[in-house]
């Protein structure tokens, strides 16, 4: 199973990010979509699991503020901002996040913790990124996909 993990796209989806989603089984995205119309696009790809982020306003109300769900025997917390995680964390292998539009991947008591970073305008100098899950019989491996940017954008 393909899943590839965004956040923080900002309305924007890069042609090269759609190169990552042609194929996929699975869209996971952290929130921050900002438009409909970038919602309407993912879909178009693979069943989608999506949060609403703190720039998601009234368009995305509809949108939870985090979901949990397991894809391929693996179970997952999905949230936009880690610091609005709930007191109790459901039982997980990882918690998918974003927000800081930085890229982060690590473990922690034994769940992995992950931030795709951002696919969308390039913002606080930060690298253009998103991570790309193989999950195949019980081995799962995340690959960070950085994409180059012009100075513009």
């Given amino acids: 199973m393909r899943i590839v ?6 309305g924007l989806l ?10 996929a089984d699975a869209i996971i995205h ?4 900002n438009t409909p119309a970038v ?4 879909k178009g790809f693979a069943p989608l699991y999506i949060v609403r982020g703190n720039n998601d306003k009234e368009w995305a109300a509809q949108l939870p503020i985090s979901q949990n769900f397991t ?3 693996v ?4 949230i936009h901002n880690q610091k609005e995680l ?8 990882f918690v998918i996040y974003g927000h800081s539009h930085r890229y982060t991947d690590q473990e922690r008591a034994g769940v992995r913790w992950l931030n795709p970073g951002s696919c969308g305008p390039r913002r606080f100098h ?16 995340v690959e960070k996909i950085s994409i180059p940017h012009s100075e513009e954008g």
Avoid: K
């Avoid at 993990?5 to 900002?10: A, E, F, K, P, Q």
């Avoid at 952290?30 to 979509?33: C, H, K, N, R, V």
């Avoid at 930060?126 to 491996?141: F, N, S, Y």
């Fill in 5 to 10: 993990i965004l956040s923080d796209t900002h």
């Fill in 14 to 23: 890069r042609p090269q990010v759609l190169d990552y989603l042609a194929g």
């Fill in 30 to 33: 952290a929130g921050d979509i």
């Fill in 39 to 42: 919602l309407e696009r993912l």
């Fill in 71 to 73: 894809l391929g025997g």
């Fill in 75 to 78: 179970r997952f917390f999905l």
């Fill in 86 to 93: 709930p007191d109790r964390l459901p039982e997980v292998d």
């Fill in 126 to 141: 930060q690298e253009i990124t998103l991570a790309v899950m193989e999950l195949r019989e019980g081995e799962c491996q």
